[in-house]
């Protein structure tokens, strides 16, 4: 996976900042990307390309359980979040529905990434490559089932061993 | 070793170990018009249907308007996602207390309220504040859609085992009228911070948690989530006993049910917690929000603190409190007392039940709603309603100028017509002061309901403990 970074330098990005409330009306999905990030970035969805990555700080996500957030972001062509750590329902949301990878790195990685930088993550050997900086930083193993559920590309799509 | 509540009810909820995480059998499944649609469509789809109809219970809360219902709804897009809800009740078979009935209300109210939570059970709703429902010593805790439709079609969810926190809360209240649940949760959340209880399921113990009613233990189990739990509880007693008796759908058993969760529903003297917080209940005074999430908050009779004090060192905490400052549009060193609202909302499923609005109204017979504010009171649930009225609430809120509407979530996430207006101020009852909450641009301050009262009377915060 490679792309472009837009980043924020916050922690506790919550659910109502990444979809406000009151689009949680909407049921097409299109509809509701249009709207992504516009409690704090009213230009992100003009500026998202496909395969781009958020990177944000601590507890991204927190909040409300609205699956409209990762729906969100990914239907504006996020394909994932590298955050310092994530609310656990918006880490479950995007893994189960299979819209975007949430991927833990550390606060130094965090604080070297920025806005603009083109990155390569491979999921494989967890590590994610700065193109633009020429570094490289480790994320997270996802755990043994996340893993297997991202792989079959979703928690319905899942069967266990 | 013993076991604590939590793992108890945990281990009875088993059904196999898969791949590292644990299956876990769901006892009842709230469902709810926003985030249940897409789940409906995924079942339509895979020609599931919903496994246990007779366990799953639905209203209709986020999105309905709260004023006259006898009006059709005006918002088309809102009234299509009320008809979605009715008509995927229909075709799948499950109850739904829908806007002409008279238990609809916020899921987490009419849970309690209809005896659909019970100790010792597992339960889940597409909605984070799910988390209330363990003031009854349940499990239970807020999912997104894709695992509605899971438990819809399974009763069953696949988790990883969370770890055990004990928060317990010590000593008395100085004054039981002025110094609410509200203000010990948000006490609490301002000490260990949105992330403090990341990854583990609080169990809230001790005599300042004992002391308190049902109504009450809901509001501090409710705000859980927003210290990053994944859910909270309260070991039963006899209130909590006393309180499920002879409701709706209290089991017909209860007897014997009761003789059951007195003897297994603690937690063992000798079970160990994975992680202690203690706070003593003599030391807590009303609290009021700053900032643009539940932990920026301070006693009413501080000042608003600078990002310096507020961070202690944390150059992430300190920007954080700098960016909260500017939305919130305050400057540090202003005494809480001074910020002037221009709103007030007394409602949400963290302070809309029959108490919170009789502790509300206690401070307002006789007096008006400052000139300069709106005030408005959304009950909980058509029940807390007609209760209310029954006791002549209704009346005192209108003489003193206070909208009195129809039950649902309304102004606490801004879905509904009831919302801030860009750079309005609000003292709301409600959970969350995020950006943007209550409506674009609005300004949100958290509070229990007795000093969302008092500062719709003055136009600004005041110390209730002067008042009662």
Redesign the interface.
């Given at each position: 996976m490679a792309g472009n970074v837009i980043k924020y330098e916050r922690d506790n990005i919550d659910t109502d900042v990444i979809l406000p409330g009151t689009y949680l009306k909407l049921h097409d999905y299109d509809e509701i990307a249009k709207h992504a990030m516009e409690g704090i970035d009213p230009n992100f969805h003009a500026r998202v390309k496909k395969g781009d990555f958020i990177v944000a700080g601590k507890n991204f996500g927190c909040g409300s359980s609205r699956e409209h957030a990762p729906i969100a972001l990914s239907h504006c062509g996020i394909k994932g979040v590298l955050a310092v750590s994530f609310a656990r329902i918006f880490y479950r949301n995007s893994v189960d529905g299979a819209f975007l990878l949430p991927i833990e790195i550390q606060e130094e990685t965090y604080k070297k990434i920025s806005d603009g930088d083109e990155l390569e993550v491979d999921t494989q050997k967890n590590e994610v490559r700065n193109v633009t900086k020429n570094e490289v930083y480790t994320m997270k193993p996802f755990s043994e089932i996340v893993s297997k559920i991202i792989a079959a590309g979703g928690l319905f799509k899942y069967k266990p061993d | 070793m013993g076991k604590t509540l939590f793992e108890k009810i945990w281990d009875n909820h088993t059904v196999e170990e898969?791949?590292?995480?644990t299956l876990i059998y769901i006892d009842r499944h709230m469902v709810h018009e926003?985030?249940s649609?897409?789940a409906f469509d995924?079942l339509r789809i895979?020609k599931r249907r919903v496994r246990r109809p007779d366990l799953t219970f639905a209203t209709m809360d986020?999105?309905v308007p709260t004023n006259n219902r006898s009006l059709p709804i005006i918002?088309q897009?809102?009234a299509?996602?009320i008809k979605?809800l009715e008509n995927n009740c229909k075709e799948f078979g499950i109850p739904l207390f829908g806007l002409d009935s008279p238990h609809q209300g916020i899921v987490h109210v009419i849970g309690p309220e209809l005896g659909i939570t019970l100790p010792g059970i597992t339960m889940v709703c597409?909605?984070?504040h799910t988390s209330t429902h363990g003031a009854f010593g349940a499990f239970a805790l807020?999912?997104?859609?894709?695992?509605v439709?899971?438990v819809l079609a399974t009763q069953c969810l696949?988790l990883?085992r969370p770890k055990t926190f004990e928060i317990r809360v010590d000593g008395t209240r100085k004054n039981t009228h002025a110094i609410t649940a509200k203000d010990i949760i948000l006490s609490i959340i301002k000490k260990i911070g949105?992330?403090g209880g990341?990854?583990t399921v609080i169990e809230y113990r001790g005599r300042a948690i004992s002391d308190l009613s049902m109504e009450e233990r809901m509001t501090i189990c409710n705000m859980s989530?927003e210290a990053?739990a994944?859910a909270g509880l309260v070991a039963p007693d006899q209130k909590t006993f006393d309180y499920v008796k002879g409701r709706k759908y209290t089991p017909k058993n209860y007897d014997e049910l009761i003789q059951d969760w007195r003897e297994n529903l603690k937690t063992d003297e000798n079970a160990k917690f994975d992680k202690s917080f203690v706070i003593n209940a003599s030391e807590i005074i009303p609290q009021v929000s700053w900032g643009t999430?539940p932990a920026m908050t301070a006693d009413v009779t501080d000042v608003i603190p600078s990002p310096e004090e507020f961070a202690k060192g944390d150059a992430?905490?300190e920007?954080?409190a700098k960016?909260a400052l500017e939305y919130m549009d305050l400057k540090a060193g202003t005494p809480i007392a001074d910020i002037r609202l221009d709103r007030v909302f007394i409602g949400s499923c963290t302070n809309a039940r029959l108490q919170d609005l009789i502790e509300a109204s206690s401070v307002i017979k006789g007096r008006k709603v400052s000139l300069n504010v709106r005030a408005m009171v959304v009950p909980g649930s058509q029940q807390v309603k007609k209760q209310a009225e029954e006791l002549g609430l209704d009346k005192i809120f209108q003489e003193a100028n206070f909208e009195w509407r129809e039950s649902g979530c309304s102004m606490c996430?801004?879905?509904n017509p009831d919302?801030l207006a860009r750079g309005e101020r609000c003292a709301s009852t409600s959970n969350?002061n995020?950006?943007?909450?209550q409506?674009?641009g609005g300004r949100t301050h958290l509070v229990s309901p007795i000093m969302a009262a008092a500062a719709a009377l003055t136009g600004h915060f005041v110390d209730v403990r002067e008042w009662v």
């Open positions: - | 898969i791949d590292g995480r926003v985030t649609p897409q995924g895979n986020h999105n918002d897009i809102s299509t996602q979605a597409g909605d984070s807020g999912i997104g859609t894709s695992d439709e899971h696949v990883d949105t992330g990341n990854g989530i990053g994944r999430n992430s905490q920007n954080a960016k996430l801004g879905m919302i969350r995020f950006e943007g909450r409506g674009s």
